[in-house]
């Protein structure tokens, strides 16, 4: 009788004795690192991607924080100016807008046919295609992150306690965790990256502007409001924004006044937690279905 040998674990740079040795848990940690490191190697070979995602923000911070310099103080809420009231805004929109964009790799993967490679490779599961994913984009919030913060500091923006500065990461990663199985959702969904790519514009500034990232929801008009304490950003961008404002905070704080009742910041990022649990249960399917 004549078998038809399995792939070899080698498109994933992985040794078959490696394999072999490890248990069914460790092959699949060595798998998802080994596609993690794989989409660190094309940063590395293209560091322009990475460079632009922190230079935008950036200059959105500088710039935008020069422009309205000059503002009565006391226009923003408590903010000593409105750079420091733009601060929280340009961290949850860099990790918003990283995550959004995390279903292109994949999705030129399905384009030039390595993710059809991957399926046919002897993985111990195949969700590790989109985990490696899902830690490459988080790793790269973080970075952004940390450097809108470190510029935020050097503008006078100030920083939030060491408690505080815990607490944003946690919201961020809650964010992105979400954002991110959106994306790899919609990738799979639709059948080419003109597609994904027209989706990401279409819904990316709208959801900017219909957030509290750049003015406060006091700012807006009723319906806008209703808008805005409904969308994900604001229930993200209102606790960072308190929490650079309040050194001594509980998670019992009211962060945001939103029309139909006061959010605490345990609830913000319960509701968080509630959109990224919403998105993955609703993708399971999908997920199932294409990589089967």
Request: proline fraction near 7%; hydrophobic fraction near 55%; include cysteine.
């Amino acid at each position: 009788m004549t078998t038809t040998p399995s792939p070899s674990p080698d498109i994933l740079g992985l040794s078959p004795e490696v394999t072999n040795q490890a248990g069914p848990v460790g092959e699949f940690i060595q798998e998802t690192l080994a596609l993690t490191r794989r989409l660190f190697i094309q940063l590395q070979r293209r560091p322009s991607t990475l460079i632009a995602g922190i230079i935008q923000p950036l200059m959105w911070l500088i710039l935008f924080g020069a422009l309205f310099k000059n503002v009565p103080q006391g226009l923003f809420g408590a903010s000593r100016d409105y750079g420091q009231f733009l601060c929280a805004g340009v961290i949850v929109f860099t990790a918003f807008s990283g995550a959004l964009n995390a279903g292109l790799p994949v999705m030129f993967d399905r384009e030039f046919g390595f993710l059809n490679r991957l399926l046919v490779a002897p993985l111990v599961s195949r969700f590790s295609i989109v985990l490696a994913s899902a830690l490459f984009i988080t790793t790269l919030s973080v970075l952004q992150s940390a450097a809108i913060v470190g510029t935020g500091y050097l503008l006078g923006s100030g920083l939030p306690s060491w408690s505080g500065l815990g607490v944003v990461m946690l919201i961020i990663l809650c964010l992105v965790f979400g954002v991110t199985a959106l994306s790899l959702g919609l990738t799979f969904a639709l059948p080419g990256h003109i597609e994904l790519l027209a989706v990401i514009f279409v819904i990316n500034l709208p959801l900017l502007f219909a957030s509290t990232a750049l003015v406060p929801l006091e700012f807006m008009p009723g319906w806008l409001q209703v808008v805005a304490s409904l969308n994900p950003l604001s229930f993200a961008i209102e606790p960072i924004r308190y929490l650079y404002l309040h050194p001594a905070w509980t998670f019992g704080d009211v962060v945001m006044a939103a029309p139909w009742g006061n959010v605490s910041l345990w609830q913000s990022m319960a509701l968080l937690l509630g959109f990224a649990g919403l998105v993955v249960v609703s993708i399971q399917g999908l997920l199932r279905r294409t990589l089967a």
